[in-house]
């Protein structure tokens, strides 16, 4: 079974747990009262993919990580040996969309992962209005893939956008690690 491990990150209040919640089946995801995450959490979940052209089961590994920066000297241990990493916000908080910088530095540019390997998630609860912030990014997001999340209204249409996402961060990690053991038998 090939394992992946995706650090879920951003800044509090962005959805980080209701989006790992319903991506990995573990209880509410919608509705519920508002607890800030301590720490992390690690959710588990499988699924099976075409990677190499061989269907293999996944080992998922969802690292739910607060977005409350007082956690911040524990990040280098969430990030490590990080397959992907999904920034989540919600579009409709100014402030949010200028945080995610801090988080692209350390658990990208810092931890070496590759761009391609990240998801940026614009996360919209059905009570909120006005006009979304997503379009205000910074330059570091300019090449990595922003979807939009509305659990309430589309969660299949999400799931199925996630499940891209997965597919492609374990084939490229499926490939290096190919790679990795290759250089070893040298």
Same mark, same amino acid.
């Given at each position: 079974?090939?394992?992946?491990?995706?650090?879920?990150?951003?800044? +509090?209040?962005?959805?980080?747990?209701?989006?790992?919640?319903?991506?990995?089946?573990?209880?509410?995801? =919608?509705? !519920?009262?508002?607890?800030?995450? =301590?720490?992390?959490?690690?959710?588990?979940?499988?699924?099976?993919?075409? =990677?190499?052209?061989?269907?293999?089961?996944?080992?998922?590994?969802? #690292?739910? %990580?607060?977005?409350?920066?007082?956690?911040? +000297? %524990? #990040?280098?241990?969430?990030?490590?040996?990080?397959?992907?990493?999904?920034?989540?916000?919600?579009?409709?908080?100014?402030?949010? !969309?200028?945080?995610?910088?801090? #988080?692209?530095?350390?658990?990208?540019?810092?931890?070496?992962?590759?761009?391609?390997? %990240?998801?940026?998630?614009?996360?919209?609860?059905?009570?909120?209005?006005?006009?979304?912030?997503?379009?205000?990014?910074?330059?570091?997001?300019?090449?990595?893939?922003?979807?939009?999340?509305?659990?309430?209204?589309?969660?299949?249409?999400?799931?199925?956008?996630?499940?891209?996402?997965?597919?492609?961060?374990? +084939?490229?990690?499926?490939?290096?690690?190919?790679?990795?053991?290759?250089? =070893?038998?040298?």
């Amino acid at each position: 079974m090939f394992k992946i491990k995706i650090a879920v990150v951003g800044p +509090a209040r962005a959805g980080k747990t209701a989006i790992s919640n319903f991506l990995a089946d573990a209880g509410d995801t =919608i509705g !519920s009262e508002y607890t800030p995450t =301590i720490g992390c959490r690690i959710l588990e979940m499988e699924q099976e993919m075409k =990677i190499s052209n061989r269907k293999e089961k996944c080992d998922i590994e969802l #690292w739910d %990580c607060s977005g409350d920066l007082k956690y911040d +000297a %524990c #990040w280098t241990a969430m990030s490590h040996d990080a397959n992907g990493i999904v920034f989540v916000f919600n579009p409709y908080e100014a402030s949010q !969309s200028k945080e995610l910088n801090q #988080w692209y530095t350390h658990f990208v540019q810092n931890s070496g992962i590759r761009e391609e390997c %990240c998801l940026v998630i614009a996360n919209k609860y059905e009570s909120e209005t006005g006009t979304p912030n997503s379009s205000k990014l910074g330059n570091l997001f300019d090449s990595i893939k922003v979807i939009q999340s509305n659990i309430e209204k589309d969660s299949e249409g999400f799931r199925e956008e996630f499940k891209n996402y997965i597919q492609s961060v374990a +084939a490229y990690s499926k490939s290096k690690q190919d790679q990795e053991e290759k250089m =070893i038998l040298r």
